[in-house]
């Protein structure tokens, strides 16, 4: 099985490719389209700021691609935001493959929300082996509010989407890569989806 991580310069990518190692997978990073059209998993990660990560995709072209792919994808942090329909951050228009926009917490709470949350209301085969309040990582200013593609929610300040589903794409607020066994089980979920 090919597992590519789309390298578009706005990731922590080591630590995706080290969760995947330890569960036996060599994951690719490339840019080259081909071959990640070729791929039978596809991680979209994201570390930075969001208008300055769109303007990466558009360059390259990938903007276009991604909402295209078949094989199951797998959006991470911001990488799950950009596949909103448009951020509050540095006010973006998203991939458009996830029915919501992107809104920032209010002055009201500590941002970035930095730490472990609990997942509830788990809606997905993306969950299995997973129970209600199983704890991830997260490290985030923005959040995509509920609505109807959301799979897994948690709380910060307001009842949130942590992670959402349409066809084969998959979002998650939280860095499943650093959040210890459960981490290493929703990414052996994924790698399993048909």
Not at 4 to 12: P, R, T
Not at 41 to 54: D, L
Not at 72 to 93: A, K, R, W
Request: charged fraction near 15%; charge should be negative.
């Amino acid at each position: 099985m090919k597992t590519v991580i789309i390298d578009y310069g706005a990731g922590n990518i080591q630590s995706i490719q080290f969760a995947f190692a330890r569960l036996g997978i060599d994951a690719v990073l490339s840019s080259d389209s081909n071959e990640i059209v070729a791929a039978d998993r596809v991680i979209f990660p994201g570390v930075g700021e969001a208008s300055s990560a769109m303007s990466k995709l558009k360059d390259s072209g990938l903007d276009a691609l991604i909402p295209t792919l078949k094989q199951p994808v797998l959006g991470i942090c911001l990488g799950m935001q950009l596949m909103c329909n448009y951020s509050e951050e540095g006010d973006t228009q998203g991939l458009g493959i996830f029915d919501v926009d992107v809104k920032r917490f209010t002055s009201a709470v500590k941002v970035p929300q930095m730490g472990w949350n609990a997942l509830t209301q788990l809606k997905s085969s993306f969950f299995s082996h997973t129970t209600d309040n199983a704890y991830v990582y997260l490290v985030h200013s923005y959040y995509a509010p509920l609505c109807d593609q959301t799979v897994a929610q948690t709380t910060y300040e307001v009842a949130y989407s942590a992670a959402l589903q349409k066809d084969n794409f998959t979002g998650v607020q939280f860095h499943p890569e650093k959040s210890g066994e459960v981490g290493a089980q929703l990414l052996t979920n994924f790698l399993n989806q048909s």
